[in-house]
């Protein structure tokens, strides 16, 4: 069964570092893959990657031309290490796409998707490891036997096999949260920065203004309003977005144009 | 500003037919990208891919290489299109790594993240294509200002610059939510199956028989016993673990092995 590893942390309150699990690739057999998965590891935030039985990586080769910037510290950083080396220091996730669908059977199952894993890591000091497996077969079952949890992507049923770079990318991409701090990723997950209302108001006067203008027809006029408030409430328009739109209905409403004529 | 495409949508009422979106590549200078967006389409449920001046695609290639399954549909279905074509026949999402970090700029702000546009289109009808840009720069300013709205990726200030078929990847990954029905996804997001309350008590009840059988200090039981829950708890386990347990546990505690000797 799943061993928890909270359950032997020690208690250090709420002081609670970063440590953002290692990444190992279990026999890999395309140098491209592995710097395709250091690649990854770069954009997400993570940096110690480990290498069972890893094809030659020549610094001219594959490896290094699909990592990016990842080619200057991941990449010529990663370890060889033993499989044993990963189920003996580190609370092991082995990756897989292909899962048992029901309790009956312990190798594959249960299993976490890489969000849930997010969210649960998120609470957990201890030494991590994702495990990714070969290409072709990914884990064997004796593999995953000896890990100590089982992650796998929700995908479609008819075609639920995910490329090994691919698989990577998706798992590293959802634990970004607990390798990366708020501050350190360039889009954070935050609203848009919708207008104050005040300037709203001024928008929907302007709106009301110019109906007046072109003398839509007053019946209509409140039915109008609702609908441009709808539509522009469902926008989330950003301050610059309602100045530009103000004025553009400022002009069609006073025509200054004509009036110099 | 951003055009709601909500805001023409017919009034259907609930029927709501999934229709996935469309993904286009704009000027891809690599087959092997195009291949892998193939492949992230099918595992995640798409099937309509549109070429902005795509290089050649060999059937022998890397694009039919990297394909996987998608070598026998979404690849030799893919159609050459102008961007014209994409402007005037869809709403149009963009995606980019570089984005504007304020509302003062209108080309590449406000953006979503995959996330948020997964929420979104799951509530709009409209005939949506997802854009994405040439390697290296990406969608020029030029084309992200005739799109209708910008998307990227949450990634790592210090190199936020994703591979194209890594972010496609993560991209379509997120957007499964509107392309597969629950029932096509061979991982639904659903919790794992926890074991009824009975069979967990009874797991507790063969525990706390352990720990009188071993003489586990009284004074200390019930704190174990709190432990112990806590620790199973945490863990969701399933019928077949708590089965498991329970039956180890009890052999602990009876030895039926020693009546035996």
């Known amino acids: 069964m799943t061993d928890d590893p909270r359950a032997s942390s020690p208690e250090t309150g709420d002081e609670h570092p970063r440590n953002p699990p290692a990444v190992a690739v279990v026999d890999a057999q395309t140098p491209g893959n592995v710097g395709t998965i250091a690649r990854a590891m770069k954009n997400f935030g993570f940096s110690e990657l480990l290498?069972?039985?890893?094809?030659?990586?020549?610094?001219?080769g594959e490896a290094y031309g699909f990592a990016g910037h990842a080619r200057e510290d991941v990449l010529p950083?990663?370890?060889?290490?033993?499989?044993?080396?990963?189920?003996e220091n580190y609370h092991t996730v082995g990756t897989t796409a292909i899962t048992n669908e029901d309790d009956q059977h312990h190798v594959r199952f249960p299993f976490t998707t890489p969000a849930e894993l997010a969210d649960r890591l998120e609470r957990v000091e201890a030494d991590t490891v994702v495990v990714f497996g070969r290409?072709?077969?990914g884990l064997t079952n004796e593999e995953l036997a000896r890990l100590d949890e089982v992650c796998s992507i929700p995908a479609s049923a008819e075609y639920p096999v995910l490329n090994l770079g691919q698989a990577a990318t998706i798992t590293l991409y959802e634990l970004r949260t607990i390798a990366l701090d708020p501050g350190d990723v360039q889009l954070p997950d935050v609203e848009r920065v919708r207008a104050?209302?005040?300037s709203l108001e001024r928008l929907y006067d302007q709106w009301a203004a110019l109906l007046e203008e072109i003398n839509?027809?007053?019946?209509?006029?409140?039915?109008t309003m609702r609908m441009l408030r709808r539509l522009h409430g469902r926008a989330d328009p950003t301050v610059q977005e309602v100045t530009t739109l103000l004025g553009v209905?400022?002009?069609a409403t006073e025509r200054p144009d004509r009036e110099e004529n």
Chains 1, 2 share one sequence.
């Open 216 to 223: 839509h027809p007053e019946e209509k006029r409140a039915k």
């Open 196 to 198: 104050d209302e005040p």
């Open 135 to 137: 290409e072709g077969v």
């Open 77 to 87: 950083n990663a370890r060889e290490v033993s499989f044993d080396h990963l189920v």
């Open 51 to 60: 290498l069972v039985d890893p094809p030659e990586l020549d610094p001219d």
């Open 249 to 251: 209905l400022r002009r």
